[in-house]
């Protein structure tokens, strides 16, 4: 069973860059999906890899910003933040899948995140204006 663990949150103003980390144990599962939830608000979806690395999708909001990538040799997924706002604060998440959740991965369904089996416990992104 596939088990993953975050890292690399932290305080940054506003026009910053973090890199969360997500190491995946035994493997990089098919599919690898960034998700993020901010107080009072529903989780929603940022960036997903799959395909090998060879395919990725990110929410409007982050595109041209976020960079998902993953390297096999460390089975760790990684999302590069670039240019972050204060709407970018929110608890992010790491989450595995099939290669059928990626495949109907859809930014707009709040049920996106079910289809994945296996979540982390999540790392704080704090950005101050």
């Known amino acids: 069973q596939t088990r993953v663990m975050e890292s690399g949150g932290g305080s940054v103003q506003a026009g910053g860059s973090l890199r969360l980390s997500c190491e995946s144990s035994p493997v990089i599962d098919s599919c690898m999906g960034w998700f993020r939830q901010a107080p009072g608000k529903e989780r929603e979806g940022v960036a997903a890899i799959y395909a090998g690395g060879a395919r990725t999708k990110y929410a409007d909001s982050v595109k041209g910003r976020f960079t998902i990538s993953q390297d096999n040799g460390k089975n760790t997924v990684y999302l590069q933040m670039n240019n972050l706002k204060p709407e970018d604060t929110a608890m992010y998440y790491c989450?595995?899948?099939?290669?059928?959740?990626?495949?109907?991965?859809?930014?707009?369904?709040?049920?996106?995140?079910?289809?994945?089996?296996?979540w982390g416990q999540g790392t704080q992104v704090t950005v101050s204006s």
């Open positions: 989450a595995a899948g099939t290669l059928w959740a990626c495949n109907t991965w859809s930014f707009s369904d709040p049920d996106t995140g079910t289809r994945f089996g296996a």
